[in-house]
């Protein structure tokens, strides 16, 4: 099936690592992994909800040590992601995850920023960054990295905000998010993936933001979903992600055919390709095949993504 043109809006580049990337890195940069072999450690890829999933997600970033590393990385994930005729994708990344373990921002922005200059005459993918800030962290760090990173001129378009939501309400960053607005950053973050209805309009609210990432749980709250489709509030919702992390029991349950139906402005996302079992086409062909989305709902999703990118 040939796709629509589509904008990639919500997918972590640190979760388009494959297994056989982890593998190669590891090797290059002579650290041990704790896997018998590569498949033990896919069968890892099985996950009870959110925090299992990061558990996996942060360990095996421990392989991301240069900047060559960063750029491979995404320039893997870009010339995959044109083979499902994405012509634009923001790639949210997190710089803390990295500085943690001792990775220098600069290292991560120049190997980033390599790959995003690269893009458009090596993938035909037109490709900007998203700092994304994580919510199980402090929130003064989150403020320290980003005037960090607008210090240093860091090509980022915007902020996001991720890691797991329960118990961390957006309002905890509202300092961040208002840095980000004085230096004309766009503002995203994730909201009412595993978290409430209530986070999704405390991050309109209080953080200002332009999209929602998931989403799914406004239906949850009627109010709610009358401003989200009044305000046509862009919402990046990932189908294969919330099966995955057990968030909707089956594709088939997925609420996306009735959020398209409530008028809500969605578009198909990948979250973390390498970890869920598929990228954009894959996202796009399960919820086709079963909810039974047609041609027109597959286009206004490709249209939506294209109209909700920052560009
Ligand atoms: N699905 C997700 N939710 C929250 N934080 C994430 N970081 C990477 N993937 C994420
Ligand atoms: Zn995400």
Known sequence: MTLSPAAELHVHIEGTLEPELIYELAERNGIDLPYADLDDLRARYEFDDL??????????????VTAQDFTDLALAYLHRAAQA????????????????????????????????????SETGVEAALIACFLRDRPPAEAVEVLSELIAMGAPIIGIGLDSAERDYPPRLFKEVFDLAAEHGLHRVAHAGEEGPADYIREALDVLGVERVDHGVRCLEDPDLVERLVRDQVPLTVCPLSNVRLKGVARME???????????????????????????????????????????????????????SAFR
């Open 51 to 64: 925090q299992s999933f990061l558990d996996l997600y942060y360990a095996n970033m421990q392989v991301l």
């Open 85 to 120: 005729n994405v012509v634009r994708a923001e790639l949210f990344f997190d710089p803390q995850a990295h500085l943690v373990r001792g990775v220098e921002l600069s290292t991560v922005m120049e190997g980033l920023g390599a790959a995003i200059k690269r893009s458009p």
């Open 253 to 307: 349950e997925h609420p996306l055919k009735r959020m398209l139906e409530l008028g809500l402005n969605v578009s198909i996302h990948s979250d973390d390709p390498a970890y869920f079992g598929g990228y954009l086409d894959d996202n796009v062909t399960a919820v086709r095949d079963a909810l039974g989305l047609t041609p027109e709902d597959l286009e206004t999703l490709a249209a939506n993504s294209l109209a």
